[in-house]
C-alpha cells in the first residue's frame, strides 16, 4: 500500500484531502454518509468575530461546468463554532483548520487571537477575498503591500501556522503569493473562487453576482501553483475545480502539498472518499511509494 | 439516508409541462416522512448540479417523483427514457408532523400536489384537500388520490371554483375550528402569502413546504436558505432545517 500521508507545519496528515472551506457545513451534516475522519484535516466554514446572517437569496446558481455561489459568509462566529463543534473534532482526534476573515484589518487580527492554540487545529486559513470596508469594499487579497501588512499584524497575534488562502482575481498572483510570505505566511491555499455573474435575459437583470467554483476553474488553479511555488517556499494547498483522483494528480504535479475539494461534493456526495481511495489505488498500480514523490512532478 | 444508482422504469408525460418519473432503486429507501425529498441527478451529462424533487411515492424498491418542466435541469430530464441511469440521494430533510387532529387541511397549488401527494395519502381518511389549478385538464395531477373532502378552483372557471385556491380556502375557512385543525401547504410564494394572510385572524397552526434553489441538499453549503423570525440566524437552511416550516414562523 502506497503511503498517502503528508506533513503539513510538523502536523501528519493521513492523507492529502481536505475539503474546500464553506463546502463541507460545520463538519457534523456529511456523517450520515461518511465520516469526517476519513480526510487527512477538516476545513471549517469561513468563520468570523462576531455571527454573521449572509446575504438573500438567491445564494446558488449554475453555470456551465460549475456554479456561482454568494452565500455572503453566513457563519455562527469563531466563538459559538468552539463551544457548538470543536467537541465533535476532539471526539474524533481530527485535524482541523480554522478558516476565517474579517471586513477590517482589526477584525482579522480580533479573530485570530479569539482562536485559542489547540492540539488539534494545525492551521489558521485567512480568506484574503473578503472585502475591506474600510478601503472601498476593495478585497484584502489584492494588493501586495496590504497582504503583507495584514498577515504580519496576524502573525503577531497567533501562535498557529498561518495559510493565506488567495484571491486569482489580481494581476500576478506570485507577487501577491511572494507578499503573504514576506508577511511571515506559512503556507498558501490556491485559489478562491473566481468572481462572476449571470443575467437573466428575459427579466433583463442580473441572476446573481458572486463566486464561481467547479471545474471551469481548474485551470486557473493549476497556474496559479505552479507559478507560486517558484517565487516561495512555503507548501501550497491547492483548490479550484477537483472532481476526481486524475484532477488531484494534476494539482500535485503542479506543486501542491494538499488538496481541498468544494464544490464536488454537491454533485456527488461521495467525492472526497472515492478520490482518498482512487489516489492510493492509483499510486499502487503505477510503482509510487509515497504521493510525496508526486509533488512538483510537472516542475522543472 | 443514502446515495442509491436507479433506472428509469417511466417517464410519463400527464399533461402539458408535468411528467411523472418512477425510478427503480438498486437498494430502498431509508424510511420517508411526507415532505421529505431526493438529490436527483440528471440523466446524462449536460447538467451540473442535482435538483431537489419531493418524494412523490415509493415502496421498496419503487420511488416516484412528479415535476414540472421548468428551466434545463427540467427539461434535460423530461427527455430522458426507460433504462437511463441516475442517482437519487435521500430521503432528505424535514417532513411534515402529523398531529392528532379532528381537521387535517391540505391546500396545494399547481406541482405544489407533488409536495403533498404522500401526506394526503397517509391522511385520506382525514382529509380535506383544496387544490388550485389552471384549468379542468392539470385535474389529472389529482391522479389516484383518495381523499375525505376535495374542494378544486382552475383560474379560467373549466372545473371547480372560479380563481385562485386561496379565495376558495377563504369561502370555508368559517367551518373549521383554529383549536382542532392541522394545515398542510405546498405551493408557489404567492399561494403561501396569499395562505398566511387568510389565516391571520383564524390562526389555525400551519405548515408549509418551500421551495429554494440548492447545490447539495445536505445542509452543507448554505445556499438554500429561507429568512425566519429567528433574530440571531435569521437564514435557515430548506434542506437542513426544512423543506416544511411553521408558516408562523418565515418571512414571506
Ligand atoms: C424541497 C423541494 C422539493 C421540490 N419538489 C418538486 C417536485 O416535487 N416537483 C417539481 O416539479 N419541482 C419540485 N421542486 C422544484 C424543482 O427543484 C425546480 O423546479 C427545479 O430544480 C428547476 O430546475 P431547472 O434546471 O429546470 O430550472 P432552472 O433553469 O434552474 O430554473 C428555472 C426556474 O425554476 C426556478 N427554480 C430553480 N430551482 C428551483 C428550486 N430548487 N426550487 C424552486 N424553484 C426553482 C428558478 O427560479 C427559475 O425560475 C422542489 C424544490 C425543492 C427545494
Ligand atoms: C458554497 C461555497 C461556499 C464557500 N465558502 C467559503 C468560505 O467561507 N471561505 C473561503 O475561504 N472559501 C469559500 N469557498 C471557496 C472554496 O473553499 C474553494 O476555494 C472554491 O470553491 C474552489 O474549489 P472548488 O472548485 O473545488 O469548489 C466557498 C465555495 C462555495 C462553493
Ligand atoms: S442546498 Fe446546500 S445547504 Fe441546502
Known sequence: ?300 | MDDIEAKIITNRNIVKDYFLLRLRLARPLGTVVPGQFVMLKIPGNTVFLRRPFSIYDYKRDVMSIMYKVKGSGTLALSNAVKGDSTMVLGPLGRGFNIYNKPNHIVVAGGIGIAGVHLLIKKIKANAHVFYGCTDEKELLLLNDLKMQDKYISTIDGSYGYKGNVIDLFRTRLKDYNARDTQVYACGPEGMLKGLKHALESHRAPCQVLVEERMACGLGLCFGCVKKTLDEKEPYKRVCKEGPVFNLWQICL
Open chain 1, 1 to 300: 500500500m502506497a503511503d498517502l500521508s503528508v506533513n503539513l507545519f510538523h502536523n501528519m496528515l493521513k492523507n492529502p484531502v481536505m475539503n474546500a472551506s464553506g463546502t463541507l457545513g460545520y463538519g457534523v451534516e456529511i456523517e450520515p454518509l461518511w465520516k469526517v475522519e476519513t480526510m487527512g484535516a477538516y476545513v471549517t466554514k469561513g468563520l468570523s468575530l462576531m455571527p454573521h446572517q449572509g446575504n438573500p437569496t438567491p445564494r446558488v446558481w449554475e453555470v456551465r461546468w460549475g456554479m456561482i455561489n454568494s452565500i455572503g459568509l453566513q457563519n455562527i462566529g469563531v466563538e459559538a463554532f468552539f463551544r457548538d463543534y470543536m467537541p465533535f473534532f476532539e471526539q474524533k482526534n481530527m485535524p482541523v483548520i480554522v478558516n476565517f476573515f474579517g471586513f477590517t484589518e482589526d477584525e482579522y487580527i480580533q479573530c485570530a487571537k479569539n482562536i485559542v492554540p489547540h492540539r488539534l487545529i494545525i492551521g489558521l486559513e485567512m480568506n484574503l477575498s473578503c472585502p475591506n470596508i474600510k478601503a472601498g469594499g476593495i478585497s484584502f487579497g489584492k494588493e501586495p503591500e496590504a497582504v503583507r501588512r495584514l498577515i504580519d499584524r496576524v502573525k503577531s497575534s497567533t501562535n498557529i501556522p498561518v495559510i493565506a488562502k488567495l484571491t486569482p482575481e489580481v494581476d500576478n498572483i506570485a507577487d501577491i503569493a511572494q507578499a503573504a510570505y514576506e508577511g511571515g505566511a506559512d503556507g498558501l491555499t490556491l485559489i478562491n473562487t473566481l468572481p462572476g455573474a449571470c443575467i437573466d435575459t428575459h427579466e433583463r437583470a442580473f441572476k446573481i453576482r458572486g463566486g464561481m467554483s467547479g471545474p471551469s476553474l481548474k485551470p486557473v488553479a493549476i497556474k496559479a501553483i505552479y507559478e507560486c511555488r517558484k517565487r516561495v517556499p512555503i507548501p501550497i494547498i491547492g483548490a479550484g475545480g477537483i472532481m476526481d483522483y486524475e484532477d488531484c494528480l494534476s494539482f500535485f504535479m503542479a506543486g501542491a502539498t494538499a488538496i481541498q475539494v468544494g464544490t464536488a461534493t454537491f454533485v456527488d456526495p461521495f467525492a472526497i472518499p472515492k478520490i482518498i481511495q482512487d489516489l492510493g489505488d492509483f499510486l499502487d498500480k503505477n510503482g509510487w511509494d509515497s504521493v510525496i514523490d508526486l509533488i512538483g512532478a510537472a516542475c522543472t
